[in-house]
């Protein structure tokens, strides 16, 4: 019993960060199946992004949930851009790109340097 009281907290944390970061909060479902899958995509969104985040957390301990989705966000802007340019940019330059635009809208990202020139 004292096991599964001592995960209480984790579970209380999971499940705000499903409410908080990963629509849990905002679905409108009232049927069983669409509730289900609601839930459990916000629950495994929660597991995924943990697992993302602790590459980042190496480098930056206070790196979150919001810097990752703006870091992905970022990529898929680069990617997006990339498509409509009429020349490609040389394969160096491609992740230095990356990381510049990845990193805009980050919170605890110090990584990059944002400054032009």
């Known amino acids: 019993m004292i096991d599964y009281y001592s995960l209480r907290f984790q579970i209380e944390f999971n499940f705000r960060d499903a409410k908080q970061y990963w629509g849990l909060r905002g679905f409108m479902n009232v049927n069983k199946t669409p509730v ?21 957390r190496c480098q930056n301990p206070e790196y979150s949930v919001l810097d ?13 851009i990339l498509k409509i340019l009429p020349q490609k940019p040389e394969p160096i330059v491609i992740p230095q790109i990356i990381d510049r635009l990845s990193s805009i809208g980050a919170i605890h990202n110090t990584q990059a340097n944002l400054n032009p020139g």
Not at 36 to 51: E, G, I, T, Y
Not at 68 to 79: C, D, F, I, P
């Open 36 to 56: 289900n899958n609601a839930a459990n995509l916000s629950m495994f969104m929660v597991n995924v992004s943990a697992k993302l985040m602790e590459k980042y």
């Open 68 to 80: 990752l989705k703006s870091h992905y966000r970022g990529l898929k802007y680069v990617h997006e």
